[in-house]
Antibody
Framework: QVQLQESGPGLVKPSETLSLTCTVS????????WSWIRQSPGKGLEWIGY???????NYNPSLQSRVIISIDTSKNHFSLNLTSVTAADTAVYYC????????????WGQGTLVTVSS | ETLLTQSPGTLSLSPGERATLSCRAS???????LAWYQQKAGQAPRLLIF???SRAAGIPDRFSGSGSGTDFTLTISRLEPEDFAVYYC???????????FGQGTKLEIK
């Protein structure tokens, strides 16, 4: 059973960079896409981007200028960096496995709340 | 960008009743690209239905999905106490790839 676990700071100051890591257990990163999704009361569920195990990425156009997703298959984890954060980036951040052949997210982490505040 | 509008916003029903949840897209969506998720308080979304009508592994057969074009439906034939949650539809649009979610329908106990 694949399991995902997010980790990282729960509080980030405005204008700084939000950094999260998702560690995958019970399976390999190989041959799958890995995604970040966030959820806030104001914007609901919002797809941030995904990365393929070989490093190929795609980002939500609305966030593209501030997002970098990276992957380390040797450590079985992938990461999210979101720069120049504001209060609007306050949300629960989820990592999830994306199945490209069926366009769905089948395994999710439990989510981590990140608050942007000084 | 394709928007997904779910209705009703809140649905109040009793255990044993039938639930019908709607997801309407602002433009036509391939059935292949439409999925449904269930989210309980404090938990991550859980995949229920993909390809508009295929149940994910381990999902009881009281859950079914249907629809095409711009109108999709999630039906729960006989509500169990554990089915009361928020339900989201999700679609994919390509070039560049985009994934959008509806705003959710809250299914609450009457």
């Amino acid at each position: 059973q694949v399991q995902l676990q997010e980790s990282g700071p729960g509080l980030v100051k405005p204008s700084e960079t939000l950094s999260l890591t998702c560690t995958v257990s019970g399976g390999s990163l190989n041959n799958y896409y890995w995604s970040w999704i966030r959820q806030s009361p104001g914007k609901g569920l919002e797809w941030i981007g995904y990365i393929y195990y070989n490093g190929y990425v795609n980002y939500n156009p609305s966030l593209q200028s501030r997002v970098i997703i990276s992957i380390d298959t040797s450590k079985n984890h992938f990461s999210l960096n979101l720069t120049s954060v504001t209060a609007a980036d306050t949300a629960v951040y989820y990592c999830a496995r994306y199945k490209g052949n069926w366009y769905l997210f089948d395994y999710w982490g439990q989510g981590t709340l990140v608050t942007v505040s000084s | 960008e394709t928007l997904l509008t779910q209705s009703p916003g809140t649905l109040s029903l009793s255990p044993g009743e039938r639930a019908t949840l709607s997801c309407r897209a602002s433009q036509s969506v391939s059935s292949t690209y439409l999925a449904w998720y269930q989210q309980k308080a404090g938990q991550a979304p859980r995949l229920l239905i993909f390809g508009a009508s295929s149940r994910a592994a381990g999902i009881p057969d009281r859950f079914s999905g249907s629809g095409s074009g711009t109108d999709f439906t999630l039906t729960i034939s006989r509500l169990e106490p554990e089915d009361f949650a928020v339900y989201y539809c999700q679609q994919y649009a390509g070039s560049p790839p985009r994934y959008t979610f509806g705003q959710g329908t809250k299914l609450e106990i009457k």
